[in-house]
């Protein structure tokens, strides 16, 4: 017993079937084809995460340049904020 009931035999006769119908060529680019598809898809996968990554993390740069403004205003006119002071 093989694969869900199917022996290695009867896969080896379907694999010569399938060859001998599409033919060496045409499994090589239906391969290739396959290949490139899964591919494509893999990376617009790792766009999409990078997106969500940077998605996540602008509102913290946005709060730290506001933080680095409110601090670099304080200095020119020469204020101390509430952490300064702990």
Do not use: C, Y
Not at 13 to 42: E, P
């Amino acid at each position: 017993m093989g694969f869900g009931g199917i022996s290695i035999w009867q896969l080896l006769i379907i694999l010569v079937i399938v060859l001998l119908l599409f033919g060496t060529k045409r499994l090589k680019g239906i391969g290739s084809d396959l290949g490139n598809a899964i591919k494509g898809f893999r990376s617009a996968m790792s766009e999409g995460e990078k997106e969500e990554m940077e998605e996540k993390e602008e509102p913290k740069r946005l709060e730290e340049t506001s933080e680095k403004r409110v601090s670099q205003s304080h200095e020119a006119t020469g204020a101390t904020t509430t952490k300064e002071k702990v």
